[in-house]
């Protein structure tokens, strides 16, 4: 949950809402096999965007009812067009404008919060983390989902796909993010009052054995790299040809037989 600004290191654009839709239904099965829905009724997000999160559990899971909240009103009008487009999604949830590390919620009012990709765009993340942990009921969770962008490999080696690799991350930093806060989420929650915590590493990896999978985790990473480069192009941190290089080779990697991807994003859930 960001402010609508050039301080989002991937931007407000109509290509952006799309791309976010399309991540989480690549990575939305990974993403909550780790995350246990079944019990809640009233749950929390925290940082939701265009919607994405919140259509994937309100299809998996009819019974619960979600608040999604964000700072980026070009964000939630995208959610609302979004989650309005399926009938069965009607009275089922609800999208509010405000701060994350400073709801506008009573203490214990939500069974379950969740933040999926947030934490790494925000200067003080322990504050929303806070704030996640008040609105959560004694017996609810907070589940954390995010990056650990230095385990990124991939095989052959592309020194322009590092190069760019390496300076998104410190773009990033300097804009008050931190592109491997996922692997702090564990030393985070267990400042917080708790009587259960739990982390994981979800490692993806593809290669010859899995082509398919491998293609589409190259379309979706040509896709993310080129959603944070327009920030970086605009901000002077790289040329448009520089990232035509990257991009090149970053479709000859998905084009390569004998290719390669390797990944480890980094979850956390905390029981009150």
Same mark, same amino acid.
């Given at each position: 949950?960001?402010?609508?600004?050039?301080?989002?290191?991937?931007?407000?654009?109509?290509?952006?809402?799309?791309?976010?839709?399309?991540?989480?239904?690549?990575?939305?099965?990974?993403?909550?096999?780790?995350?246990?829905?079944?019990?809640?009724?009233?749950?929390?997000?925290?940082?939701?965007?265009?919607?994405?999160?919140?259509?994937?559990?309100?299809?998996?899971?009819?019974?619960?009812?979600?608040? +999604? /909240?964000? %700072?980026? @009103?070009?964000?939630?009008?995208?959610?609302?067009?979004? $989650? #309005?487009?399926? *009938?069965?999604?009607?009275?089922?949830?609800?999208?509010?404008?405000?701060?994350?590390?400073?709801?506008?919620?009573?203490?214990?009012?939500?069974?379950?919060?969740?933040?999926?990709?947030?934490?790494?765009?925000?200067?003080?993340?322990?504050?929303?983390?806070?704030?996640?942990?008040?609105?959560?009921?004694?017996?609810?969770?907070?589940?954390?989902?995010?990056?650990?962008?230095?385990?990124?490999?991939?095989?052959?080696?592309?020194?322009?796909?590092?190069?760019?690799?390496?300076?998104?991350?410190?773009?990033?930093?300097?804009?008050?993010?931190?592109?491997?806060? +996922? /692997?702090? %989420?564990? @030393?985070?929650?267990?400042?917080?009052?708790?009587?259960? $915590? #739990?982390?994981? *590493?979800?490692?993806?990896?593809?290669?010859?054995?899995?082509?398919?999978?491998?293609?589409?985790?190259?379309?979706?990473?040509?896709?993310?790299?080129?959603?944070?480069?327009?920030?970086?192009?605009?901000?002077?941190?790289?040329?448009?040809?520089?990232?035509?290089?990257?991009?090149?080779?970053?479709?000859?990697?998905?084009?390569?037989?004998?290719?390669?991807?390797?990944?480890?994003?980094?979850?956390?859930?905390?029981?009150?």
């Amino acid at each position: 949950m960001v402010k609508r600004s050039s301080k989002y290191l991937h931007g407000f654009s109509s290509e952006e809402q799309k791309r976010l839709h399309l991540q989480n239904d690549l990575l939305g099965p990974q993403i909550y096999e780790f995350i246990g829905l079944e019990g809640a009724s009233r749950m929390l997000e925290i940082g939701c965007g265009t919607g994405a999160q919140m259509r994937y559990v309100m299809q998996c899971y009819p019974h619960i009812h979600i608040t +999604g /909240i964000d %700072l980026s @009103a070009e964000q939630l009008a995208g959610a609302s067009a979004y $989650l #309005e487009a399926e *009938a069965a999604f009607n009275n089922r949830y609800a999208l509010i404008k405000g701060q994350g590390n400073a709801l506008p919620f009573d203490t214990a009012s939500f069974d379950c919060a969740l933040m999926v990709w947030v934490l790494e765009h925000v200067r003080h993340p322990e504050a929303l983390l806070a704030e996640a942990h008040r609105v959560v009921a004694p017996g609810g969770w907070v589940y954390l989902t995010e990056v650990f962008n230095n385990s990124f490999e991939h095989f052959p080696k592309s020194a322009a796909l590092e190069d760019f690799w390496n300076q998104m991350n410190a773009f990033q930093e300097s804009l008050g993010g931190n592109g491997n806060i +996922g /692997i702090q %989420l564990g @030393a985070m929650c267990a400042k917080l009052n708790h009587t259960k $915590l #739990e982390t994981r *590493a979800k490692t993806l990896y593809f290669d010859a054995a899995v082509p398919q999978k491998r293609t589409e985790i190259w379309n979706y990473w040509i896709s993310l790299a080129e959603s944070a480069s327009r920030q970086m192009i605009s901000s002077g941190r790289i040329s448009n040809s520089d990232w035509q290089k990257v991009r090149r080779e970053m479709l000859q990697l998905r084009e390569n037989p004998s290719s390669a991807f390797y990944y480890s994003f980094m979850q956390c859930r905390l029981q009150r």
